[in-house]
């Protein structure tokens, strides 16, 4: 799809165009600033890549605000963020949509409810007392398990596995490969062994969460494991029994959770963060990539290092590892001068 420079101001609500001499350019595509060419927009976030404008190929800018001397139509918006995902959707790849109905090689059970509108793939099993919500979207290969509800308006990718007992609200994404509702890793130490303790919870995911590839939320001992609305779980993040997520928590890759944590609302997790078992953390809180949380954090915290401190202290800390190397080298010269003083000393006794 290609739309003219004009057109797309339009469609992205810009308040001036800049240089009008290239309105009538054709635009196919949004590319980042140092690969972007004569049919593509870029955009500018921040200042980090102003200098890199002038030399830029790009069609047209999407800018906050206008970039003096820059020979090339200027897109001005309040929202750089928002125009960009605008922008994106547009020239999002034209895929065929799901068909509507269910597809002759699933296997639905005779007692299970699928929604007007509701597409069910090829391959896809659908197990007794399940429900699916109008215009939801089941990929092909999933598995839904006995007395499961899956909202409207939903979409499952490819072999995502809903186990029994489990409800998603509405507008619900999750990526192809995720599993929701297995055992949780929940063991005694009884007799010489490790015995499973049994999970008879299920899952409740709120609506519009997003979770991403291949992740696992695991079903609650009693109870359920809950994830809060609007909640954005990346891809590869474990999410184990009974957690207790509040709304719009952003939860990056590789997180792990373990059982009984809670979080608030807001809560914001980078990358390879992992928290023990019984955690609280308040609304608000944000802990750093690779930190690892063994105790409560009160709301609007900001956290990092292992074991998870206050940031600024973390970073104070973290200066001081580095430079350990030199303080070692620095303790070792020190150490040989007192031992030559000691050595003088005692020759003059």
Known sequence: MEITVAQLAERIGAESLGNTAGADRLIGAVAPVDAAGAGEVTFLTNDKHKASLGACRAGAVIVAERVEGLDKPQLVVKNVEAALIEALTIFAPNL?????????????????????????????????????????????????????????????????????????????????NSTIGATGFGYSFIDGSHRLVPHNGGVVIEDFVEIGANCCVDRAKFGNTIIGAGTKIDNLVQIAHNVVMGKCCLIASLVGISGSCRLGDGVALGGQVGLADNVDLGSGVMVAAQSGVINDIEAGRQVAWTPAIDKKEAYRTINLVMRLPEITKQLKQLSKRIETLETAKDDKS
Not at 98 to 117: F, N, Q, R, Y
Not at 124 to 134: A, N, P, T
Not at 149 to 157: E, I, S
Not at 160 to 166: A, D, E, Q, R, S
């Open 96 to 176: 065929k949509s799901a068909a509507e109905g269910v597809d002759v090689t699933a296997k639905v059970a005779d007692d299970a409810m699928i929604g007007c509108g509701a597409s069910v793939g090829p391959g896809v099993v659908i197990d007794s007392g399940v429900e699916i919500g109008q215009n939801s979207v089941i990929g092909s290969g999933c598995k839904i398990g006995e007395n499961s509800k899956v909202g409207a308006n939903c979409r499952l990718d490819s072999n995502v596995v809903i186990y029994h007992n489990c409800r998603l609200g509405n507008n619900v994404i999750i990526q192809a």
